[in-house]
């Protein structure tokens, strides 16, 4: 089986996470490559990550952002492995067997299609909003799934015959829920799925105010998703069968209407060093209720 490592990098230094690929792919050098694709990164970027032009197997530097989506599935023009290791930049490799885990994996079951390898949070950053989040909502903690809904595109393997015939939906061009809907598509064509114990760590130091306004951007696709044929994907989020059930009760008003009288509330414990997910929720839930 040979393996692409695939990063598709936005204004980020990848440099040691490519230099600790590369040393544990040493031993499998005829059998695995690395592939960057830079999507228009901010030229103090690409001029770091420069570096890596003879230590990769390619480095495509875009001129202009195509999202990241489309970025994903243009790795299938550069991949020559049977399977493609998709990792975030913003991660660092948490395991000296990192690679032989996932290598070992697939290995043992050859008639799964796609595995996932969990993460984990930068201790660093632990207390963060964002990354509270992460460990109560966003991480798996058993050994093993079957479970597709906890595919996340931070790091996850896929047979590339089968993400060549299923690729991310390349409309979806902004934050949030792209890779819920690749999950589901998966899915829904009876790709076979493991997600298992082999997390890297995910270095995410966003504040209370960035993580509020991505979630802004994610609520927004979910909008245009409920709006397209790629409904069905997304109607059984939580968030999307709590507004459906508000707004059948005709009760949207009054949930707003008592929102916004809470709000300075809710955001001043957003703001603070002990965030309540259950706020964030009421917050979401009102951000979806003011669109649809």
Known sequence: MKLSVCIPVYDF????????LKKQIEPYSADAEIILIDDASQEKFRNLNQELSDHVNHFIVLEENIGRSRIRNLFLEYADGDFLLFLDCDVQ??????????LKIENENPETDVFYGNFKIDQRFKRTFRNRYSEKREIFHEERSSDFSLLKTVNFMIRKSLFSQFKFDEKLLHYGYEDYVFAKVLQ???ATFSAFQNPIIHVDNSSASEFLLKSQTAIETLVSLLNDPNRRYVQDVKLVKWALKIKKLHAEKIFLVSYKMISKKI???LYSDDPKIFFFDLFKLNELLKRL
């Open 13 to 20: 230094d990848v440099r040691q996470l490519v230099f600790d």
């Open 93 to 102: 490799i948490d395991s000296p067997q990192f690679i032989s885990n996932y």
């Open 188 to 190: 829904a064509n009876e």
């Open 267 to 269: 955001f001043s414990n």
